[in-house]
Nanobody, 115 residues
Framework: QVQLVESGGGLVQPGGSLRLSCAAS????????MSWYRQAPGQQRELVAA???????NYADSVKGRFTISRDNAKNTVYLQMSSLKPEDTAVYYC?????????WGQGTQVTVSS
């Protein structure tokens, strides 16, 4: 069983930056593939960024060049550094962990980009 706890969300002006963190319980964090998803009101949840256990990353086209996903296995934590934020980035951001058939979601953290 893995528990994921996100933090770092909040209100930011357009063009600003935020760093989200997702702390995971358990001792097998390093072998999990980790991802960030987001869900805006009235929209489906979408993949934002992902990082494999080996450190390979991929991003949604809408965030390429602006967001960076990283992980610190010693701290059981995955990060999402978000820069040049736009109002359309407003959403609840969720952390997701996957290892074979085992999948886990965090509770989400709200990010609001508004002036």
């Amino acid at each position: 069983q893995v528990q994921l706890v996100e933090s770092g969300g909040g209100l930011v002006q357009p063009g600003g930056s935020l760093r989200l963190s997702c702390a995971a319980s358990g001792s097998a964090f390093s072998i999990y593939a980790m991802s960030w998803y987001r869900q805006a009101p009235g929209q489906q949840r979408e993949l934002v960024a992902a990082i494999t256990s080996g450190g390979n990353t991929n991003y949604a086209d809408s965030v390429k060049g602006r967001f960076t996903i990283s992980r610190d296995n010693a701290k059981n934590t995955v990060y999402l550094q978000m820069s040049s934020l736009k109002p359309e980035d407003t959403a609840v951001y969720y952390c997701y962990a996957r290892m074979t058939v085992y999948t886990y979601w965090g509770q989400g953290t709200q990010v609001t980009v508004s002036s």
